[in-house]
């Protein structure tokens, strides 16, 4: 089974590790791909470059055996496609489920994605709820997760695509977005609660986010 978790990771913190974490445990993952995106379609560019984000990724993840960084929207041209880089993953492993880790914000604007319909036949979708998220998908998507929706995580190896499981367990309510914000603002009373030491200290040596 391929397991994927895209985001734009500026910066990536704990709230990331906490629910690639809850996602390898859950549902028994051999791996977890982080995919950082190059140029994100639905959010702003990203404010550090590539190589401060793949640092601090690195710095997340160090010591977790089962999670790796994927390169390939990196060093792709153009905007960040989800749906290119899970026909390149079918192309690479067609007889193996691939599964895709999204937070609920996304999944509620599922149907501005390109091509959305298409990355549900390649893929299940694995779904995580922060703390004060509801479920408030668009009519064409809640029509699919009628179909889609299961609670059982064998499935998602017994068919190639097209489930969409919820994530259950602890949750953690953290948002790169305020960090920056903390950052510029010399607000630094949450950071240790949000980010690990080592990407702290990353993000002062390269005086990163700062005004």
Not at 95 to 105: K, P, Q, R, V, W
Not at 106 to 128: A, P, Q
Not at 190 to 208: A, C, F, K, M
Request: charged share 20%; net charge neutral; with cysteine.
């Amino acid at each position: 089974m391929i397991a994927l978790f895209g985001g734009t990771f500026d910066p990536p913190h704990l709230g990331h590790l906490n629910m690639a974490v809850r996602c390898v445990d859950e549902l028994d993952l051999a791996q977890l791909k982080l995919l950082p995106c190059a140029i994100p379609v639905h959010k702003q560019r990203p404010s550090v470059s590539d190589k401060h984000r793949l640092a601090m990724l690195t710095a997340l993840i160090s010591g977790q055996e089962k999670m790796q960084i994927d390169k390939r929207e990196l060093l792709r041209q153009g905007p960040s496609y989800t749906l290119l880089t899970l026909q390149e993953l079918r192309q690479e492993h067609p007889t193996e489920a691939i599964l895709f880790l999204m937070g609920m914000d996304s999944f509620n604007s599922l149907h501005t994605w390109f091509e959305w319909r298409e990355i549900t036949t390649l893929c299940h979708l694995v779904v995580y709820q922060r703390p004060g998220e509801t479920c408030t998908p668009s009519h064409e998507v809640a029509a699919y997760l009628t179909r889609a929706k299961t609670s059982d995580k064998h499935k998602l190896r017994t068919a190639l695509a097209g489930h969409c499981y919820f994530l259950s367990g602890a949750q953690k309510d953290i948002a790169s977005s305020a960090i920056r914000t903390a950052i510029s603002q010399q607000n630094n009373e949450y950071l240790e609660q949000w980010l690990p030491t080592s990407v702290i200290d990353y993000i002062n040596s390269h005086g990163l986010y700062a005004d």
